[in-house]
C-alpha cells in the first residue's frame, strides 16, 4: 500500500511481481489470500497536481462517499490523513468498490 492508499502497491517496499509470486505460491498450496481493505478514502490535495488519486476522483464524481446534513463531504482523519467514506446504501457505491477492487 502506498501512502496507506487503498488500491494502490508500494513500489519500494513490494514490487508487483514479488506479490503475484506470493500470491501463485499461496494458491499452489490451496490457501487462499483475505486482505482487509479500510474503507477510508485518501482526498488528494487538489493544489498539488502529482497528489492526483484516481480512487477519491472516480468515487467523488460517482457521488459515493457520506455527506453531512449540509450536503457537504463527510471528512476524517485516519492512516493515511484526511479521508472520505463510502456511503454504502448509495447506489454507486458497491459497484464503484467493486470496480476499484
Request: charged share 15%; net charge negative; hydrophobic share 35%.
Amino acid at each position: 500500500m502506498d501512502q496507506y492508499r487503498d488500491f494502490t502497491v508500494d513500489s519500494n517496499t513490494f514490487l508487483v511481481s514479488e506479490g503475484q509470486a506470493f500470491l501463485s505460491q499461496l494458491h499452489a498450496n490451496g490457501q487462499h489470500y483475505i486482505p482487509i481493505v479500510d474503507s477510508a478514502i485518501y482526498i488528494p490535495n487538489p493544489n498539488n497536481a502529482s497528489d492526483a488519486y484516481g480512487v477519491y476522483t472516480r468515487g467523488n464524481s460517482s457521488g459515493v462517499f457520506m455527506t453531512n446534513p449540509d450536503g457537504s463531504q463527510y471528512i476524517g482523519a485516519v492512516w493515511p490523513g484526511y479521508t472520505v467514506f463510502p456511503d454504502w446504501h448509495a447506489e454507486e457505491s458497491v459497484p464503484w468498490w467493486g470496480n476499484e477492487m
